[in-house]
């Protein structure tokens, strides 16, 4: 993720621009993963965000594996840029051996405030 900024401990990198994160959603080779609470997700989230929450990590590691391997390229956020457990979960996921992994600081309200598309779940596509 050529362009990013290292962000916190162990090599995350950090992306500050929206709009790059809205080519790598549209253009299709980032997995992005949302760790706020399924209700937050629920209400809308980036378009094709897997939701694992922070707090499921430890107790289900199997299953966020499920969904994503080492070599994915991989874009972290959570709700705002003052919310700090996407840079806990993409730590986490360094530590595990993943090498391309970056946190959206802006979050879902940055997201929400540029006025891209938000899918909501149970809507129609």
Same mark, same amino acid.
């Given at each position: 993720?050529?362009?990013?900024? &290292?962000?916190?401990?162990?090599?995350?990198?950090?992306?500050?621009?929206?709009? &790059?994160? &809205?080519?790598?959603?549209?253009?299709?080779?980032?997995?992005?993963?949302?760790?706020?609470?399924?209700?937050?997700?629920?209400?809308?989230?980036?378009?094709?965000?897997?939701?694992?929450?922070?707090?499921?990590?430890?107790?289900?590691?199997?299953?966020?594996?499920?969904?994503?391997?080492?070599?994915?390229?991989?874009?972290?956020?959570?709700?705002?840029?003052?919310?700090?457990?996407?840079?806990?979960?993409?730590?986490?996921?360094?530590?595990?051996?993943?090498?391309?992994?970056?946190?959206?600081?802006?979050?879902?309200?940055?997201?929400?405030?540029?006025?891209?598309?938000?899918?909501?779940?149970?809507?129609?596509?």
């Amino acid at each position: 993720m050529a362009g990013a900024n &290292k962000a916190h401990a162990v090599d995350v990198m950090q992306i500050n621009n929206p709009f &790059k994160v &809205k080519r790598l959603v549209e253009s299709g080779p980032a997995v992005v993963v949302d760790v706020r609470r399924p209700d937050m997700y629920e209400l809308g989230h980036i378009p094709g965000a897997l939701n694992f929450p922070l707090d499921d990590f430890e107790e289900d590691e199997k299953a966020l594996l499920s969904k994503i391997t080492p070599e994915d390229e991989i874009i972290v956020y959570c709700a705002s840029v003052t919310c700090h457990d996407s840079h806990t979960f993409a730590t986490r996921l360094v530590e595990m051996g993943f090498t391309h992994v970056a946190v959206y600081a802006g979050g879902f309200a940055e997201w929400e405030a540029m006025g891209f598309d938000v899918a909501v779940q149970g809507a129609d596509p």
